[in-house]
């Protein structure tokens, strides 16, 4: 038997899984989700996004605690979702290309799914009629518009705005669903600032929803907010706000040092072995960067709660060197448990997780939507 206790995190027997390997703590999971529902007061006002896990266990773990809605980038996601049961799925991520037809494929084969897209520009938005019309559907389109992420969205505060949700209301094939906000650019450390932050992004949303009331338009949902920010969000009382949160219910030890404020934990670790110990004061592991998400910067992408002084040397493919005092307590094959800095893609590098409850390895599960195309 091979004990692991790192941190909070215990597993009873760590000898039969595989490294470098994605391993999910449930309990935790159930926690963040809980954490979620509580925070956004209803379980219906939340949209969670899918890509933190692309799995079809956490959308159903997420549907016992009443999570209905949800959200997601591909149309991999949105099979996934749908297949798990899932029948409100928004896909917050403009259509353009052969995406424009998959829209109408993927409505067509999943007929009790209400879906819905976003949209931020008149030609894809024409092409998504046409191909509706042709198809003889309707499909619900939010308008993304932009707070100051300044990635996707028309400006919020724009004439653009009006005329493109003008464009929804007069197309045929099209059904506007309102607003869709991603203020990813809201990661201030302080809650002050963050709040302060939140508090004219949705000052701005409700003006340009009562401009759009006035001209008779009808604006079902506003959708807006990820972990940092729907805390916030949820503290308006206003019928039409869907929360949409992503990385909260893994977490990782990005968003844990980004928003102190926030009781979410990692849930989604890495598990690794010494391969080497070349240096007295040198560990090699096997957890290259094709095991951890390589986006944040080098030196910060894996934290070992029992290598706090660890420094990171070398990563590469397939190995991570480490330069830790505590390098001679070590030798090859010994475990170390690392928390990834962003969950996210961590997932997305993995074909299977393996499924912690109670210190032990219970089940797999997949991580479906890892693949860009399942069916559609
Ligand atoms: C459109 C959209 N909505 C929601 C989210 C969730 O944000 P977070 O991961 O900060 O919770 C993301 C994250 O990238 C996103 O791109």
Not at 242 to 261: A, C, I, M, Q, R
Not at 307 to 312: F, G, I, R, Y
Request: hydrophobic share 40%; charged share 25%; glycine share 6%.
């Amino acid at each position: 038997m091979n004990v692991l206790q790192s941190g909070p995190y215990h597993i009873e027997d760590t000898s039969h899984i595989l490294s470098p390997g994605l391993v999910i703590f449930a309990d935790i999971v159930e926690q963040n989700i809980l954490e979620m529902v509580r925070i956004a007061k209803d379980a219906g006002r939340l949209r969670p996004h899918c890509k933190t896990h692309k799995m079809s266990e956490v959308v159903k773990l997420q549907l016992q605690h009443g999570i209905a809605k949800h959200k997601c980038a591909t149309f991999a996601e949105a099979e996934m979702l749908a297949d798990a049961g899932i029948e409100d799925i928004m896909l917050a991520y403009n259509p353009v290309g052969p995406h424009v037809p998959r829209c109408v494929q993927f409505a067509q084969e999943y007929p009790k799914v209400h879906f819905s897209v976003t949209a931020d520009h008149e030609k894809p938005l024409t092409e998504l009629n046409d191909s509706c019309v042709a198809a003889q559907i309707k499909m619900e389109v939010l308008l993304d518009v932009d707070t100051g992420l300044h990635r996707t969205g028309t400006p919020i505060t724009s004439k653009e705005a009006l005329r493109l949700y003008e464009l929804l209301v007069d197309l045929p094939g099209i059904v506007p669903g309102g607003l869709h906000l991603y203020d990813g650019q809201n990661h201030q450390v302080d809650l002050v600032d963050r709040k302060a932050a939140v508090d004219v992004a949705y000052g701005d949303a409700c003006n340009l929803a009562k401009q759009l009331d006035q001209h008779g338009w009808p604006v079902p949902r506003l959708v807006v907010g990820g972990t940092g920010s729907f805390p916030i969000f949820a503290d308006f009382d206003d019928d039409r706000l869907e929360l949409s949160p992503g990385t909260s219910v893994f977490h990782d030890t990005g968003y844990k040092s980004n928003f102190p404020d926030l009781d979410f934990n990692p849930a989604s670790v890495l598990i690794t072995r010494v391969v080497s110990r070349c240096h007295d004061d040198r560990l090699t592991l096997d957890a290259g960067n094709k095991s951890v998400a390589s986006d944040p910067p080098f030196g910060t992408r894996l934290f070992f709660p029992d290598l706090p002084d660890a420094e990171h040397i070398i990563h590469n493919e397939e190995h991570l060197v480490l330069k830790t005092d505590q390098a001679v307590n070590y030798q090859p094959g010994d475990v170390l448990l690392g928390i990834p800095r962003h969950a996210c893609p961590t997932s997305a590098l993995h074909r299977t997780a393996d499924v912690v409850r109670g210190g032990k390895v219970v089940e797999q599960w997949t991580v479906t939507a890892r693949d860009r195309k399942i069916n559609i």
